[in-house]
């Protein structure tokens, strides 16, 4: 080979240095099967354009760093200087604060949004609106905060970008008082509320009406409270509140459905009540009358009035119901006795209301029905409870010659006689023989009417009152009302006496006792006098004083022209007297009271002119 050919095939080595031969290329030819190693070749030494290259651009690189430094240096500079500067164009809640110092930006904020933090919200959800006041809200605005997102000291190019280009609006920072918050929502949320309206179905008459059913709406409250706390200031008013919408329970289907199967059949024909051996025909003006649709479960249910069917049963009915006989107390030998109660029958309501409804939307319209036993009102048990076992007390007063005045104590007596006062209660003598009149056995007779001595309905009652006072008075009773006569008769105790004249004067006593008070009253025609006795369980001690008379006056002659004049001969003087009674439980006083009775004098009256005297 030549020696050009030895150093190509040197610098191909030096160009494929990862490879020990060279790799002939598509135009060369083949080496020979036993090639001679050629001459080895050194590197170049490095020269110095390199070095100069190499120290060009540690220079560069430290020039870029400077730069870097001292842009670096005056960004964080700039960043300092404009720290408590607020960017120009800055609004909160409509509020300008661009361009100003941090502290004055605060006061600007709090003097302008002084209106807006302390008067109230409107708000709303849907057509229904109220208010609510940001303070017992809990919701308050922090200034400083708000002031302090766009000013401060920070490394983030945002800031400077606002500084130099505008800081646009700002979402103020608010204080929430969580609890109060969440209790005012409560309130606005239930003024907000629009209840849904289920469907109905109603009969006018025997038409048959519906009406609609529509949603409600609710505050959506947790989503209310976060728009609430983000808007409060800057919301447009009225601030609109979230809502969910509530739907009814009873649907328009399910408003078509009673209509079809239960209104429409129960419209369509009379029904028929089977009881006790007799038929009842209940036309449809009853049926609707007594029909209504309630909603239980999402659904309508027909519901009949019971009570108001029973009724229209036992109007087509003769004598269905047998009414209960109450316990109650007769006299036998002068004791009290129980006779026991009775029970009765009657329609069970809810029974036979079913019953109808079933009919009255079916094909067979009759209802089966039962009659039921009741109970009497009052019981013997309930009787014997009250205690009715000995005379409390008894007074006896005696009896006039004029028979037709006692012809109305002794029927007075008969309608006090078996009276039971439970405890608490109240009698009433007037009450309880009233009316007085011809009807209910009564005569005129002799009695003091507007202090003339005359005839009237009832007289002699006086007397069956005294008497039943007195039996009041020592069996303890609170003696609520009774009115002594005006003058004294000598038949009843003195200052012990009550008369009576329907309706201006009665006579009234109160049970005081934890027992029942049973009256026992009659006329004894053989002893001619009239007994009342009140049984029970003595319970009060009563003791009970008369004083003497005074101011005592002697009966005089007066003359009347009253064309009602009663002649009347002098009887007993008039005076004054005093009773005085003390109740004892137990031997404790319970009660201490005093009554004074003035009696006038039983004068002569003479009907006529008085006498003109001598000339």
Not at 156 to 178: I, K, S, Y
Not at 491 to 516: H, Q, V
Not at 548 to 569: A, E, F, I, K, M
Request: aromatic share 6%.
């Amino acid at each position: 080979m030549s020696d050009r050919g030895d150093r190509g095939a040197v610098e191909r080595r030096d160009a494929g240095a990862s490879q020990d031969t060279e790799v002939p290329g598509p135009h060369d030819e083949a080496p020979s099967a036993d090639p001679e190693p050629g001459p080895q070749v050194p590197a170049a030494p490095a020269t110095p354009t390199s070095d100069r290259t190499r120290r060009r651009g540690l220079r560069a690189l430290a020039t870029a760093v400077a730069v870097l430094v001292v842009l670096a240096g005056a960004y964080v500079g700039a960043l300092w200087l404009l720290a408590d500067r607020v960017p120009s164009g800055t609004v909160v809640a409509g509020v300008d604060i661009g361009g100003m110092s941090a502290d004055a930006a605060v006061r600007v904020l709090q003097d302008g949004l002084a209106g807006a933090t302390t008067h109230p919200v409107p708000v709303s959800a849907g057509d229904k609106r109220t208010s609510l006041d940001p303070g017992q809200a809990g919701l308050s605005l922090d200034a400083r905060a708000t002031v302090d997102q766009v000013t401060g000291f920070g490394l983030d190019p945002a800031r400077l970008w606002r500084q130099v280009f505008g800081g646009g609006v700002v979402t103020p920072v608010t204080v929430v008082d969580d609890n109060a918050l969440d209790q005012v929502l409560g309130t606005v949320a239930a003024a907000l509320e629009t209840a849904p309206v289920d469907g109905t179905v109603v009969f006018v008459g025997t038409q048959i009406r519906t009406t609609a059913p529509s949603d409600g709406t609710r505050v959506d409250v947790p989503a209310a409270r976060s728009l609430l706390v983000d808007g409060w200031l800057t919301a447009p008013r009225p601030v609109e509140l979230p809502t969910i919408v509530e739907t009814p329970t009873i649907d328009q289907a399910e408003v078509d459905r009673a209509v079809r199967e239960l209104a429409t059949p129960v419209e369509s024909a009379p029904v028929t009540v089977d009881v006790a051996g007799q038929s009842a025909e209940l036309p449809v003006s009853v049926l609707t009358d007594a029909a209504s649709f309630e909603p239980r479960d999402g659904t309508l249910t027909l519901t009949m009035d019971g009570a108001l069917l029973a009724d229209a049963v036992r109007a087509r009915t003769t004598d269905l119901l047998t009414p209960a006989a109450d316990a109650t107390f007769v006299f036998k030998d002068h004791r009290p006795v129980v006779v026991p109660g009775t029970p009765g029958t009657t329609l069970d309501p809810d029974t036979l209301g079913a019953a109808v409804a079933k009919a009255a939307t079916s094909t067979g319209r009759t209802a089966s029905v039962t009659l039921v036993p009741t109970e009497p009102q009052e019981s013997t048990a309930a009787l014997d409870a009250l205690g009715i076992t000995e005379i409390v007390s008894e007074f006896v007063t005696p009896l006039t010659s004029n028979h037709i005045r006692t012809i109305n104590i002794a029927n007075g007596a008969t309608k006090i006689n078996g009276v039971l006062v439970r405890p608490g209660e109240t009698f009433s003598l007037g009450d309880t023989i009233s009316p007085i009149d011809a009807a209910h056995g009564y005569v005129q007779a002799g009695a003091i009417v507007n202090g003339e001595h005359t005839e009237a309905w009832g007289g002699g009652l006086s007397q069956l009152s005294t008497t039943t006072y007195n039996a009041a008075y020592f069996a303890g009773m609170d003696l609520v009302e009774h009115t002594p006569h005006s003058e004294y008769f000598q038949r009843y105790p003195e200052g012990r006496e009550a008369t009576i004249f329907i309706p201006t004067l009665d006579m009234k006593w109160r049970n005081n006792t934890p027992y029942g008070a049973l009256i026992q009253a009659w006329v004894d025609p053989a002893a001619n006098n009239v007994h009342v006795r009140i049984w029970g369980t003595k319970y009060w001690t009563v003791q009970s004083s008369t004083s003497g008379r005074w101011n005592v006056h002697r009966p005089t002659t007066v003359y009347s022209q009253s064309p009602t004049c009663t002649p009347q001969r002098a009887g007993n003087p008039g005076f004054t007297v005093k009773v005085t009674r003390t109740v004892l439980l137990d031997g404790e006083e319970t009660s201490h009271r005093s009554w004074t009775v003035t009696y006038r004098p039983q004068n002569e009256v003479v009907c006529g002119a008085p006498p003109t005297s001598a000339g």
